[in-house]
Nanobody, 115 residues
C-alpha cells in the first residue's frame, strides 16, 4: 500500500481557484491509477478525477472543463487544479491510489466554496 498526504484545501469564493496536492510515500510510477474523490454532507462519495500510469484522465461530468488532474513523477505528487469553483464543489476531497487490488487513501482535505 501507499501512504498519501493531501494538502491545499481551504476556503475560496465562487469562481475562485484552488490546487490540491497528494504526495505519495514512494514513486507513483507503479501506481495503476490515482484519483481524487469527494464527499459532501448528505451525499455519497464520488470520483471526481482520475489519472492512469499512462496519463489517461477521466472526470465526472460536473467538473469537466473546470478541473484538471495531473502528476509530477519526480515529486511523487498528483495535483487537482480546480478552477471556476462552485458552492456545489464544497466537500472533503480524498486522494486515492490503486495498485492492483490494493487501495490507499489520504486523510482528506476540506474545500469550502462560499461567499
Amino acid at each position: 500500500q501507499v501512504q498519501l498526504v493531501e494538502s491545499g484545501g481551504g476556503l475560496v469564493q465562487p469562481g475562485g481557484s484552488l490546487r490540491l496536492s497528494c504526495t505519495a510515500s514512494g514513486s507513483i510510477f507503479s501506481i495503476d491509477v490515482m484519483g481524487w474523490y469527494r464527499q459532501a454532507p448528505g451525499k455519497q462519495r464520488e470520483l471526481v478525477a482520475a489519472i492512469t500510469s499512462s496519463g489517461v484522465t477521466n472526470y465526472v461530468d460536473s467538473v469537466k472543463g473546470r478541473f484538471t488532474i495531473s502528476r509530477d513523477n519526480a515529486k511523487n505528487t498528483v495535483y487537482l487544479q480546480m478552477n471556476s469553483l462552485k458552492p456545489d464543489d464544497t466537500a472533503v476531497y480524498y486522494c486515492n491510489a490503486a495498485v492492483g487490488h490494493l487501495r490507499s487513501w489520504g486523510q482528506g482535505t476540506q474545500v469550502v466554496v462560499s461567499s
